[in-house]
């Protein structure tokens, strides 16, 4: 992962060149869930997860497995339905995943429109990690970069207006149904 450079600085007249070893070879994938529950302060359920088998043509990303294990896992944790918004990523939209979306009746999935980065929420908590974690750090190995994404995430977690900010910032509003007294 090439890292953001937030200042730099270089002898008047001259422009600054930053110089960085190696090119990112995509290890490590990392799946966010936005969770939001009425009554209760907005959640970042999160895995990250490094390849390593990735160049002896191992997977570079999530397979759909991981990512149903996830939604297990923030099932359990929320304890209650959730209803999806996902953007349109291929393993997002596998038969195998679509097949455990239907066989499961506490799981509603949505998909945002093609090409919309700008209303996924999650997005947000990437470019919010990109910029605070990452910016003018180089990364000494694999497992220097694993430990700081995983400590900005967890202080990511714990901040619900963070984590709100990154919804507000799309323009879409959380809306839940008024409840009518039985």
Not at 112 to 133: C, F, K, Q
Not at 138 to 149: G, K, M, N, S, W
Request: charged share 25%.
């Amino acid at each position: 992962m090439t890292p953001p450079a937030s200042r730099t600085w270089s002898r008047r007249g001259t422009t600054p060149v930053i110089r960085v070893r190696g090119r990112s070879q995509r290890r490590f994938s990392i799946a966010a869930l936005y969770c939001y529950k009425p009554g209760e302060r907005s959640r970042l359920i999160y895995r990250p997860r490094r390849h390593t088998d990735h160049k002896s043509g191992g997977r570079k990303s999530f397979a759909w497995t991981e990512y149903r294990d996830l939604l297990i896992a923030a099932h359990q944790q929320l304890d209650g339905p959730i209803v999806l918004i996902w953007d349109n990523l291929n393993v997002h939209k596998d038969h195998r995943m679509r097949a455990f979306i239907d066989a499961t009746d506490w799981l509603t999935v949505y998909h945002l429109p093609p090409y919309a980065p700008d209303l996924n929420p999650v997005e947000g908590i990437w470019s919010v990690l990109r910029r605070t974690s990452q910016t003018n750090t180089a990364f000494t190995d694999p497992d220097h970069l694993i430990r700081q994404l995983r400590h900005r995430l967890r202080q990511i977690q714990y901040r619900s207006d963070v984590v709100d900010g990154c919804l507000t910032a799309t323009g879409l509003t959380l809306t839940t149904p008024h409840l009518q007294p039985q």
